[in-house]
């Protein structure tokens, strides 16, 4: 028959985990920009300073975001070469 072929049901939970990686990865990349945006405007920062702030506070909302990505989708690949 399908040997070596995904079923719909495994299709689909590729689907949802990779949905689901997506969603918290903007969720926690938009979490630490918000973070550094926070401490730029709490802080009363100057032009430089406060654009410095967040450059860096970006560089690290996407860091963070690819971060979680990639540790959701392996994570769901071990378990799936597992079979569980």
């Known amino acids: 028959m399908d040997m070596g072929r995904e ?3 495994e299709k689909d939970a590729m689907t ?3 949905v689901f990686a997506l969603v918290t990865a903007v969720a ?3 979490a ?3 973070l550094a945006l926070a401490l730029a405007l709490a802080f009363d920062l100057s032009g430089s300073t406060h654009k410095g702030m967040l450059v ?3 560089l690290l909302a996407a860091t963070s975001g690819m ?3 990639v ?3 392996r994570r769901f690949d071990q378990q799936r ?3 569980r």
């Open 16 to 18: 949802v985990e990779i």
């Open 32 to 34: 630490v920009f918000a």
């Open 7 to 9: 079923s719909r049901w």
């Open 56 to 58: 860096a506070g970006a």
């Open 28 to 30: 926690l990349a938009a």
């Open 67 to 69: 971060w979680r990505l």
């Open 81 to 83: 070469r597992l079979g």
């Open 71 to 73: 540790r959701v989708l």
